[in-house]
């Protein structure tokens, strides 16, 4: 099966930026779309960003503009650049195939103070 191991988090002031990664093994990569999701305290799970095997991304309306969504296929990563942090991105992040994936990783706490 796939498994994600998501790194990067951390406690960030409003305004400030961190790059998420999330190494991927058990699968193909190069001809695989991926995802970034998150999970609020008390919310669900939303998705945030995409990127297709061509490097084509997609992103939520809140975060657009903020957070850029990369790859790496000689190392299986993706990443997640996130600027101009807002308290409200507060949240576990997760990498993924689809919002409907059955397995996930841990995830990786990312806590934006005011």
């Known amino acids: 099966q796939v498994q994600f191991v998501e790194s990067g988090g951390g406690l960030v002031q409003a305004g400030g930026s961190l790059t998420l990664s999330c190494v991927v093994s058990g699968s193909t990569f190069s001809d695989r779309t991926f995802g970034w999701f998150r999970r609020a305290p008390g919310e669900q799970r939303e998705w945030v960003a995409s990127?297709?095997?061509?490097?084509?991304?997609y992103y939520e309306d809140s975060v657009e503009g903020r957070f850029t969504m990369s790859r790496d296929n000689a190392k299986s990563t993706v990443f997640l650049q996130m600027n101009s942090l807002k308290p409200e991105d507060t949240a576990v992040y997760y990498c993924?195939?689809?919002?409907?994936?059955?397995?996930w990783g841990q995830g990786t706490q990312v806590t934006v103070s005011d």
């Open positions: 990127i297709n095997a061509g490097g084509r991304t």
């Open positions: 993924n195939t689809e919002m409907s994936a059955v397995y």
